[in-house]
């Protein structure tokens, strides 16, 4: 069985860590994004895995190689403009139109039982089976609906002040698996998502959209604080609270708790950080003090336009400081 790993996404919400990358390209405790989501499928017997690539295409293919330092055969396939989850899988269709094949978000990070979900997938003649998860915390992920196993649409934010009586909404984990024949549903060279445009058509027609209720280790990295948050948590299970990257130097009399240092990062003494990121080669200069804040050098985000959902951040010096408490 083939994949395709989705790694397109420009990654508004994680600026300025995406000034120089696209999200799937930045690194997590040193190793990148997307090269969790490669060493998941390869766990799982998947080798030949398809990548799209669209914004800075160059970290990623930087990051992965070809695949082989994370168990995976690569073949990347470049999007000149975006063109959404069903419209990516157009642009790979040669590739992918001959078998079952899966199709996994490229900024997870998880251990979700994989094989569960092609049996499921087997089982139920699907023409595709989305991998779910309960969102006990109703967070901002769009719930979906069902029927028995059977997906019937696409809802919208769950409600936050819901009952604790009623069960949690289910939300989809952006992993899924796929017939060939779902092609017969994507629009040809244009910008389409699965769940709003392709799924809904299918569903209409009659077609098995099938649920695999899941439970594992499920992290998704969509913003600069889900970033943090995340990486504490994979430390925690080293119990460390702390990662310096390549070449990253702390002095003795620096007081760093719970923060993720990027590579050549100096930090001097009497310094203090606390639930920060730091990216490539900043220094933070004697008895400097920050907190819950992301950290890039400013030269990198010189003279450039932040996206729309970015997080505001300023200059100080030779470091621009984006604050997490906003």
Do not use: C
């Amino acid at each position: 069985m083939k994949a395709m790993i989705l790694a397109a996404g420009y990654g508004e919400r994680l600026w300025p860590l995406t000034a120089d990358r696209t999200k799937p390209a930045l690194p997590v405790l040193g190793k990148p994004l997307v090269g969790y989501v490669a060493e998941y499928l390869a766990r799982f017997g998947i080798r030949d895995v398809v990548v799209n690539l669209h914004h800075r295409p160059e970290s990623v293919k930087r990051s992965l190689g070809d695949g082989s330092d994370f168990g995976v055969n690569l073949e990347y396939v470049y999007e000149p403009t975006i063109l959404g989850t069903s419209g990516a899988l157009d642009n790979a269709r040669g590739l992918l139109d001959q078998e079952t094949f899966a199709v996994i978000n490229g900024k997870i990070i998880t251990d979700i039982d994989l094989n569960a979900a092609l049996k499921t997938h087997r089982e139920q003649n699907a023409l595709a089976t989305l991998v779910l998860l309960r969102n006990s915390k109703r967070e901002k992920f769009s719930v979906v609906e069902t029927d028995g196993q059977l997906i019937t649409g696409f809802g919208g934010m769950p409600n936050p002040n819901g009952a604790s009586s009623e069960a949690a909404p289910l939300m989809f984990t952006g992993i899924q698996i796929v017939e060939p024949r779902i092609f017969d549903y994507i629009p040809r060279g244009i910008f389409s998502h699965l769940t709003t445009a392709v799924y809904p058509q299918a569903i209409a027609k009659g077609e098995r959209i099938v649920a695999q209720i899941a439970e594992g280790m499920w992290y998704e990295l969509s913003t600069l604080q889900r970033y943090l948050d995340i990486s504490l948590a994979l430390l925690q299970r080293e119990a460390r609270d702390v990662f310096q990257g390549r070449n990253s130097s702390v002095a003795d009399s620096a007081t760093v708790r719970e923060s993720i240092l990027w590579d050549d990062v100096e930090i001097a003494p009497g310094a203090i950080l606390r639930r920060t990121v730091i990216g490539d080669g900043v220094q933070v200069r004697a008895n400097e003090n920050f907190e819950d804040a992301v950290i890039v050098r400013a030269d990198l985000v010189a003279g450039k336009t932040p996206p729309a959902k970015a997080l505001k951040g300023s200059t100080e010096g030779d470091k621009f400081v984006v604050p997490l408490s906003q």
